[in-house]
């Protein structure tokens, strides 16, 4: 049997999506840009999938930019609100994808005056520090994620976007493993920058898109052509575009109904780990369904001999997930959001992350042969 296990990191894309984007790779080849009508043709694909996605997010299609991907769209929000808004100050979290982290870290080095929010033991933002942060009264710009990649803690995006509005900073969260999972209205969220990343809910790899809210006035980010209403030079990725509309409608079509079953499936998974595995933990609040993304579950494992080939092992058994461990030492490469969370760096940590077509079935073939590897490791 072979499994997938690994969706928070990339997701199959769905059949509709791809007879979606086919006629885009094959007669539908016009330049956008072109004001003949095989352009014309082609820009109207754009238009009509920047509508689409608006209106599932509930904001104006002129507040959509579509992009290469989430990483590119959070360098985006940061880099041009310190230079386009005046922003001397990033509040983040030590939690943040290093799409945040490192960005934040270079405009550091330019001056720019950088804060880390502190957070509990389970990696919850303590907001009093967050608010005793915004009181310095500078021009600042809050960046912090949905959801988190890696043990699935969520955050309220109203909670903090309303402290945001109170202290005159900006907002911005890295949602790219929400959206497509979670609904998003941005009518009522007080929030200037969101994200997404169409391979994270069954579209294509290499597009996405940023909401930059329309009160927040940014300058061109890609120079070049007037493409994207003058904000991202370069010829659009029309079949990725077309690709990402589609899948975000049929999710949004399933996402009850995905939700459900995914639920199912962690939840069939955390009890029968504690019974076929003894000493084993949850990082973060991924065990908890009210406080984490119900697609992502973090496993810390016994220690056992066999550690490092722990993944190796899954893989010859055909299941494919993520792997990590806290950082051992200043020299050792593990995962930064363990290390924050001071876990045991000799303990083994599975990320399983579930998707629409996950089974029960599947689910149980995983624990049964991870009981196997670890019982044969100790």
């Known amino acids: 049997m072979k499994v997938y296990l690994d969706n928070a990191a990339t997701t199959p894309l769905d059949p509709e999506v791809f007879e979606a984007m086919r006629p885009l790779m094959t007669e539908k080849f016009g330049n956008p840009s072109s004001i003949h009508s095989h352009g014309r043709e082609v820009r109207s694909l754009i238009e009509v999938s920047r509508k689409t996605v608006s209106e599932l997010l509930n904001t104006s299609p002129s507040e959509i930019f579509f992009m290469s991907g989430g990483t590119e769209a959070d360098n985006t929000a940061l880099l041009c609100s310190v230079e386009s808004l005046g922003i001397d100050h990033i509040i ?7 799409a945040v982290l490192r960005t ?3 405009m550091e080095k330019k001056g720019v005056e950088l804060d880390y929010v502190q957070t509990d033991g389970s990696g919850n933002i303590l907001l009093d520090h967050l608010e005793s942060l915004l009181k310095k009264g500078k021009n600042s710009l809050v960046s912090l994620m949905h959801a988190n ?7 309220d995006l109203t909670e903090i976007g309303g402290l945001c509005r109170e202290y005159g900073a900006k907002f911005h969260s890295d949602t790219v493993q929400t959206i497509g999972h979670l609904p998003h209205d941005l009518q ?9 990343s169409a391979h994270k809910f069954n579209g294509p790899k290499g597009i996405g898109f940023l909401y930059i809210h329309h009160e927040t006035k940014i300058h061109q980010f890609v120079q070049g052509g007037s493409q994207e209403r003058n904000m991202r030079g370069g010829t659009e990725n029309v079949y990725g575009i077309v690709g990402l509309a589609k899948a975000l409608e049929i999710s949004y079509s399933g996402m009850a109904d995905h939700r459900k079953h995914m639920e199912g499936l962690k939840k069939r998974m955390i009890t029968k780990l504690q019974r076929e595995i003894p000493d084993v ?6 065990a908890d369904f009210d406080k984490s993304l119900y697609k992502v579950l973090s496993v810390s494992l016994p220690e056992t001999a066999g550690n490092e080939m722990l993944l190796f092992n899954l893989d010859i058994n055909g299941i494919s997930a993520s792997g990590g461990s806290a950082c051992a030492s200043g020299s050792n490469i593990g995962s930064h959001v363990l290390t924050e969370l001071d876990t045991d760096p000799n303990r083994p940590v599975i990320r399983f992350s579930f998707g629409k077509d996950n089974t029960e079935e599947e689910v149980d073939y995983v624990v049964d042969k991870l009981s196997e590897i670890i019982s044969v490791g100790v």
């Open 188 to 196: 009522s969220l007080p929030i200037d920058f969101i994200v997404g």
């Open 149 to 155: 990649n890696e043990i699935g803690n969520l955050v």
């Open 92 to 98: 983040t979290s030590k939690l943040e994808h290093p």
């Open 281 to 286: 933990w949850f990082n973060g609040e991924s």
């Open 104 to 106: 934040a870290e270079s």
